[in-house]
């Protein structure tokens, strides 16, 4: 301080003229020494009315007309020493030493503004005070002169910038100080434009802001922090956004108040939430109670403070006996008893509580539900008053009951999924067709987008925002596949629909229901309808065969009759003898032909008998074996095979097509051997036929029992005869495989079971 010699920080001006002994302070002497002094510097006399101010200060406190004006040193003695209390000008006067002390000053607008103060009483040669000299400095300067403080700041600083919480610090004038990125993005405010210009209430703009409910002042009055306090702040846009505020205070070393800090957290989901449950409780027709552990009541709606009769502050606390019976409430009790934390307890039941504010009896249907929430047991009761009103309620239940039932019991899948893609239901039926449980659905989008494409979903959702796949909001049916969680790709069809609150779309809703068994009758339909087809030709051919017969027989009869009658009239000519029995042979051999065709053409279809699979097999080479007189036929028969029940006809006409087929196949030249075996581990008789021929080529191996494929020319093949024989087989719960041999060849295997029960079985004789 360049004020002259000093003794004892007090600093001592001498005498003038014997005309100035009476002089407070010499201004010339001040102005010399501190009229060029860059920091303001303030001078007072004895009796506190300031003398000087050097142009420094001037620009700090307002230039008033006239150095001694009484309205500037009125200001001055309004000033605070931050954490203490008094004016600093009347402690320096009271003999007090002041040394880089923060002190609060008003500036011409009326704001406080903090400086450092370092003040000296000034006396004159014989100890009489003069007055006060002070030195005031900008604090902020002051401490960023230090390194160390220098070192906090940036410390401060860097906390600041990475704190992912909203907050900012204030001095005790409510001004922002700091703040960081989350608080820009919550109010709208920059930090350019808040730090140093505007306060707390400006950025705010809560109702409690610059009243006695300011959790600043609060905490900077009481010196301890308030925190998870609820408040709506208006951002700069206008929006209203609830928060939970912490506010607490900032000290010095000297444990000080120098200003307070507050933290947000935007619990704007939240509030939606409980506005929602609080929507749900209130407007809903049904009284609902909350009971603890220990059987009181913690929560109830309007409707529940109606039915009993009891405002809400009696009712909240009281025990759940005091409203139910004894037996009600042991009830209520053992559920919360048993309930754990994986575990969700429900009964319905029909209650007739007593207690309750009454004209008379009165009937309630009340659901319980008990589950666990943290470490706590919580049940929850939902009355439904049925005095007046039973019959429609309990239709109103039903009806809620079928809904239930459409939605959880549907064999049609139901998934409900919000607007962020998450999972609200995934009902039964989804839960088949997709193998996944509810619980590894709900909540999880990430497993939803595993069976429902994205890409999908959201073409859908285009189609059901446009007009041109249905009503607005709404999907027709349409057909795609989803995937199971096995991976395997379900054929399904779809339809889907928008679910709005008001104009807002919230969720939307998809019903898909398994086409795999409807395609599999389709398939089996349709080889029905081609079995049934081959059946006809099969009767229409017994039917020919059948006319043919008898026409060919009577032709027969008469060249035996003629021929024998000429063998006895030949007896002494052997060459003539030898020639009529061949006639006579070849005779008898058309008309085992035609016997077998009779025999053939009077199989049951459709009648199921127990049949010797041998002798079927001898029945259908030899009716084919004149058609095909090139063709080696080889049987390997296993002999005392079981008895097969079915229907033998079709049974004979698999045969008779495979014959067919590798005979075709060989082009009429070759070998064709036929085996049968009982095999335990095949369930049944094993039937196989192998042909020399060049076997089945890779290309159509998986489409030749497919209807109406075949490999012949136009005209001379129908494609039928091998989807017949698969068809048949299938009906006898059999198998048919076609493959080929590793030495050449086609090889078709069929497995015939055995059917042991014998009530079943149709024996028909032959």
């Known amino acids: 301080m360049k004020s002259g010699s000093q003794n004892n920080a ?110 000296t009483l000034v006396k004159d040669s014989v100890g009489d005070i003069l007055g006060c000299i002070a030195i005031m400095r900008d604090i902020q300067v ?50 350019e434009e808040a730090i140093g210009r505007l306060t707390c209430a400006q950025v705010l703009s809560t109702t409690e802001c610059n009243t006695d409910g300011c959790l600043l002042k609060q905490a900077m009055e009481t010196g301890l922090p308030v925190a998870g306090v609820r408040r709506v702040i208006t951002d700069r846009s206008g929006r209203r956004v609830p928060v939970v505020v912490s506010a607490s205070i900032i000290t010095d070393s000297n444990q000080q108040i120098v200003g307070g800090f507050e933290s947000f957290r935007d619990i704007t989901s939240k509030v939606e939430a409980e506005q929602k449950i609080k929507l749900l409780t209130e407007l809903t027709q049904e009284g609902i109670l909350m009971v603890d552990e220990s059987c009181r009541i913690v929560f109830a709606n309007f409707k529940m403070t109606e039915m009993s009769g009891l405002p809400m502050e009696q009712l909240v606390g009281k025990e759940i006996g005091q409203i139910l019976n004894p037996d009600q409430q042991s009830v209520i009790a053992d559920l919360l008893q048993k309930v754990d934390c994986d575990t969700r307890l429900s009964f319905c039941s029909m209650l007739e509580p007593f207690g309750m504010a009454s004209d008379g009896y009165r009937a309630f249907e009340t659901c319980v539900g008990v589950t666990c929430i943290g470490k706590s047991h919580l049940a929850c009761l939902y009355f439904r008053d049925l005095t007046e009103r039973i019959q429609a309620e309990r239709e109103l239940r039903n009806a809620n009951n079928f809904l239930h039932n459409i939605i959880q019991g549907s064999v049609d899948g139901i998934i409900v999924v919000d607007t ?28 939803f987008r595993k069976f429902y494409n994205s890409g999908i979903a959201k073409d859908n959702m285009r189609k059901m925002r446009s007009n041109n796949y249905g009503p607005p909001g709404k999907l027709t049916t349409i057909r795609l ?120 053409s009077r199989q049951p279809l459709g009648h199921r008998i127990s049949f010797e699979v041998n002798e079927l097999l001898d029945r259908s080479v030899a009716l084919l074996g004149n058609l095909f007189q090139d063709i080696d036929f080889e049987l390997r028969h296993q002999p005392d095979l079981p008895p097969v029940v079915g229907d033998s006809g079709q049974i004979q006409q698999v045969f008779i097509n495979i014959i067919t087929n590798a005979a075709y196949a060989m082009n009429g030249k ?29 290309e159509i191996a998986d489409k030749i029992f497919e209807p109406f494929f075949t490999t012949k020319r136009p005209g001379e093949g129908t494609g039928l005869g091998l989807s017949v024989a698969y068809g048949i087989i299938q009906q006898h719960g059999g198998e048919i495989q076609a493959g080929n041999r590793p030495g050449g060849g086609a090889e078709f295997i069929i497995i015939l ?14």
């Open 10 to 119: 007090h600093t001592r001006l001498s005498a003038a003229p014997a005309e100035r002994s009476q002089c407070s302070l010499d201004r010339d002497f001040l102005r010399l020494h501190f009229g060029g002094f860059p920091d303001p510097v303030l001078a007072t006399d004895a009796t506190r009315k300031i003398v000087f101010l050097n142009q420094a200060a001037q620009d700090l406190m307002g230039h008033p007309p006239n150095a001694e004006s009484g309205l500037l040193s009125e200001r001055v003695l309004q000033s605070r020493i931050v954490g203490g209390r008094g004016c600093f000008v009347e402690q320096c006067l009271g003999g007090a030493e002041f040394k880089g002390v923060p002190v609060q000053i008003r500036n011409p607008e009326g704001q406080w503004v903090t400086v450092s103060v370092t003040a």
């Open 142 to 191: 002051d401490h960023l002169a230090h390194s160390n403080v220098q070192s906090v700041i940036a410390m401060r600083n860097s906390i600041i910038d990475n704190f992912p919480t909203p907050f900012f610090t204030v001095g005790t004038n409510l001004i922002i100080t700091s703040m960081n990125s989350p608080m820009e993005s919550l109010t709208g405010f920059t930090k």
């Open 420 to 447: 962020t893609g998450n999972v609200l239901i995934f009902n039964e039926g989804a839960e088949r067709i997709l193998g996944y449980s509810a619980d590894e659905v709900i909540g999880h989008p990430e497993v």
């Open 481 to 600: 596949s989803m995937t199971a969680k096995s991976g395997e790709l379900i054929p399904v069809d779809f339809s889907a629909s928008i679910i709005k609150e008001g104009e807002q779309e919230i969720a939307s809703v998809g019903i898909f229901s398994d086409q795999r068994e409807h395609l599999k009758i389709c398939t089996q339909l349709e080889e029905a309808r081609i079995q049934l087809l081959q059946s006809e030709k099969i009767a229409s051919l017994g039917r020919l065969a059948a006319g043919v017969a008898h026409e060919i027989n009577n032709p027969l009869a008469g060249i035996l009759i003629y021929s024998e009658m000429l063998l006895r009239d030949v007896k002494h000519n052997p060459q003539w003898r030898q020639d009529l029995q061949e006639i006579i042979d070849q005779t008898m051999r058309c008309k085992q032909i035609v016997i077998r065709l009779l025999e053939f």
């Open 670 to 698: 070759g070998r064709l051997i036929i085996s049968s075996s009982f095999e335990r581990d095949a369930g049944g008789v094993v039937l196989t036929f192998t042909d020399t021929g060049p076997g089945i080529p890779p």
């Open 753 to 766: 079971p055995l059917e042991r029960s014998e009530s079943t079985v149709e024996m028909i004789e032959e």
